[in-house]
């Protein structure tokens, strides 16, 4: 794929150096994302193509003609698994690139009404993190900004789709923390750890980046639709390899998580289990040299698992998360003044940042704060609440109530967990070093 600066027919500029359109620059990076639309070709093999028939442009002209697609089947080899009975993969895929030839016009017509933009290696909004992988993502489907996806520095948060409430806490004051220093949090909006990066990030004002797993229209997991609607509108992107339609399955968050680590200068696993996909994005990180960070957790916590078998594993390479502020520190933030980097597109135009969930917790009344401080233990049931709190049923119910309608406490399954601005909060802690002063003895 040839050219020079960016874009087409979704707004993105490219011009030949000379301030004057490159038409063949814009067909490349549409013929790209045309090849990149047809189910069952990934990376490696678009890349194959390529060096076989010179550009993207050029390949689809040979899926239009019979002696072309032939052609291309001999460039695609035989099907490695082939089924009888029915066609095989490299047959699927040509017969994929001549639909997308024939009907290039109504599938770029349909990524406009979706409001999608995309991105090829070629051109300058592609992010510079991932055209250093050894095989980059080909074509990047972005909703949302695409200036999120090179920000100054970005951090990954992941963990389990299942994590303890301690864990959501954590990531929740990792992504605050870092988001309140103009970090980028990136995560894949899957449910757990990294819902609870994506929500504190938005809470505190910050941009983020969801990477899917699936195609835009695929969604995954319907559950999140509002927040990432949320990340769109507060200057952050959804971005995905896949073409809208593509569903999520098995072998498409393997390559998702190669995605978020890819885009990130860090990644940090909160909670994971022995065989969470979390630890896949943290030995993508390792693999591309990038910085990797563990949390670490009980030794007989399954969440905790993983991340205490690779801090195990790959010592000096994963890092322990000894505290937020050390956190910081390791990464080399700790000079940085809140809000330092620029204010992104459709981002708040405002320097001043959402209220700290200490700040936050400072307003509540009396009861709301004793029904919070008992919620930093973990999640609970009104009865629980009210014997940790000292108050009547009634008061923790009607507590419970304010505290909803101001969408710092949600609710599931009859217990209840802290939300928004309060998801970050910290539980009071004893001085690290008087915790190691031995006991007087009477």
């Not at 550009?55 to 291309?72: C, P, Q």
């Not at 009888?84 to 040509?94: H, K």
């Not at 954590?170 to 994506?198: C, E, K, N, P």
Request: glycine share 12%; net charge neutral; aromatic share 2%.
């Amino acid at each position: 794929m040839l050219g020079v600066g960016s874009a087409g027919p979704l707004g993105l500029e490219r011009d030949t150096g000379h301030g004057e359109p490159d038409p063949l620059a814009d067909t490349e990076r549409r013929a790209a994302m045309l090849l990149m639309s047809v189910e069952g070709l990934g990376p490696a093999t678009f890349y194959r193509l390529l060096a076989a028939h010179r550009s993207a442009a050029a390949t689809l002209d040979l899926a239009s003609s019979e002696g072309g697609r032939r052609r291309l089947m001999r460039s695609l080899g035989p099907d490695r698994e082939p089924v009888a009975g029915q066609e095989g993969r490299p047959g699927r895929v040509v017969a994929g690139l001549a639909a997308s030839a024939r009907d290039a016009e109504r599938i770029v017509a349909r990524l406009e009404r979706l409001g999608l933009t995309w991105l090829t290696t070629d051109d300058r909004a592609y992010p510079a993190r991932l055209r250093m992988l050894e095989v980059p993502p080909p074509v990047l489907f972005v909703r949302g900004s695409t200036e999120a996806l090179g920000a100054s520095s970005s951090v990954a948060v992941v963990g389990t789709r299942h994590p303890s409430d301690l864990g959501r806490r954590v990531a929740a004051r990792i992504a605050d923390a870092l988001a309140r220093l103009g970090v980028t949090i990136v995560s894949g909006l899957a449910a757990g750890i990294d819902g609870a990066a994506h929500e504190a990030t938005v809470v505190a004002g910050g941009s983020t980046v969801a990477v899917l797993g699936s195609g835009h229209e695929q969604l995954f997991p319907r559950a999140h639709s509002r927040l990432a609607q949320r990340i769109v509108e507060m200057g952050g992107a959804l971005v995905s390899e896949l073409p809208p339609d593509a569903i999520p399955t098995r072998g498409t968050f393997p390559r998702r998580n190669r995605v978020i680590s890819g885009l990130s200068d860090a990644t940090v696993v909160v909670e994971a289990a022995a065989r969470s996909g979390a630890l896949i994005t943290a030995a993508w990180a390792l693999e591309q040299g990038r910085e990797c960070f563990a949390v670490p957790g009980p030794i007989d916590a399954q969440t905790s698992a993983g991340c205490l078998a690779f801090l195990r594993e790959y010592p000096g390479q994963v890092r322990i998360v000894a505290g937020i502020a050390e956190l910081i520190e390791d990464l080399g933030l700790a000079g940085r003044s809140p809000g330092e980097q620029p204010d992104l597109p459709g981002h708040p135009t405002s320097t001043a940042r959402p209220p700290a969930p200490e700040a936050i917790m400072a307003t509540l009344g009396p009861a709301e704060r004793a029904v919070a401080g008992a919620l930093l233990t973990g999640s609970a049931t009104v009865d629980d609440l009210a014997g940790s709190a000292g108050l009547s049923v009634a008061t923790v119910l009607s507590t419970l109530t304010v505290l909803e309608l101001r969408g710092l406490v949600t609710a599931a399954g009859g217990r209840y967990r802290l939300a928004g601005g309060l998801l970050g909060v910290a539980p009071p802690k004893e001085h690290p070093v008087a915790s190691f002063r031995r006991p007087v003895l009477p």
